[in-house]
C-alpha cells in the first residue's frame, strides 16, 4: 500500500507561480514512476507531467516551457513547479504512482488561477 498526499494548491493570479508537493509513504519502489494529473470541471483527468525513477520526463504540450516535475528520492517526494499559470490550468491536480500493476493516487489539491 502507498499513500500520497499533495500539498500547495490555491488561488493564484494569472501569470503567477505554485509549487504543488506530493509526499508518497508505504512500500514505496524505487523505480515507481510518479507523475501529476489535473482535473477541470467537465473535463476528464489528464496528465500533466511523469517522471520516471531515473529522471526521464515528459509533459503535456500546453504546460510545456511553464511547468516542471522534479522528485526527491531521499524524501519520498515529486514535487510540480508551476509557472506562468493561466486560467485554462484551473483544475484538481492529483499525484499518481506507479509501479508494475500498482496505481494509487492522492486525494488532489485544487488549483485556481483567477485574477
Known amino acids: 500500500q502507498v499513500r500520497l498526499v499533495e500539498s500547495g494548491g490555491g488561488l493564484v493570479q494569472p501569470g503567477g507561480s505554485l509549487r504543488l508537493s506530493c509526499a508518497a509513504s508505504?512500500?514505496?519502489?524505487?523505480?515507481?514512476?510518479m507523475a501529476w494529473y489535473r482535473q477541470a470541471p467537465g473535463k476528464e483527468r489528464e496528465l500533466v507531467a511523469r517522471?520516471?525513477?531515473?529522471?526521464?520526463?515528459n509533459y503535456l504540450d500546453f504546460v510545456k516551457g511553464r511547468f516542471a516535475i522534479s522528485r526527491d528520492n531521499a524524501k519520498n517526494t515529486v514535487y510540480l513547479q508551476m509557472n506562468v499559470l493561466k486560467p485554462d490550468d484551473t483544475a484538481v491536480y492529483y499525484c499518481?504512482?506507479?509501479?508494475?500493476?500498482?496505481?494509487?493516487w492522492g486525494q488532489g489539491t485544487q488549483v485556481t488561477v483567477s485574477s
Open positions: 499518481n504512482y506507479r509501479y508494475l500493476q500498482y496505481i494509487y
Open positions: 517522471i520516471t525513477s531515473y529522471g526521464s520526463t
Open positions: 508505504g512500500s514505496i519502489a524505487s523505480s515507481a514512476a
